[in-house]
Nanobody
Framework: QVQLVESGGGVVQPGGSLRLSCAAS????????MGWYRQAPGKQRELVAT???????NYADSVKGRFVVSRDNAKKTVALQMNSLKPEDTAVYYC?????????????WGQGTQVTVSS
């Protein structure tokens, strides 16, 4: 079974930075899309940033210019550098991996890591 293991969450003051990392294991397929989603209390899970295997990125408007997603296809890892953090960035952040094989798209999720932005 595919495993996505995240690390790097924590508590940071407004304006601070954090770096999240995620490593995928038990997957031999090419990971078409890899990145991050988040879910704040009482809200739906939302896209933060993803990157395709060819390097194309997709960011939520709320994080553009502050967050940077990167990945290593060979190592099957993805990272999220979060700068200029705001209290509204507080959420559980989930690592995401998507594969597309024989016309079927499959989604995989990590267990989530808490990010709290508070003074």
């Amino acid at each position: 079974q595919v495993q996505l293991v995240e690390s790097g969450g924590g508590v940071v003051q407004p304006g601070g930075s954090l770096r999240l990392s995620c490593a995928a294991s038990r997957i031999s397929l090419n990971i078409n899309s890899m990145g991050w989603y988040r879910q704040a209390p009482g809200k739906q899970r939302e896209l933060v940033a993803t990157m395709t295997s060819s390097g194309r990125t997709n960011y939520a408007d709320s994080v553009k210019g502050r967050f940077v997603v990167s990945r290593d296809n060979a190592k099957k890892t993805v990272a999220l550098q979060m700068n200029s953090l705001k209290p509204e960035d507080t959420a559980v952040y989930y690592c995401y991996a998507g594969t597309y094989v024989s016309g079927r798209w499959s989604d995989y999720w990590g267990q989530g890591t808490q990010v709290t932005v508070s003074s």
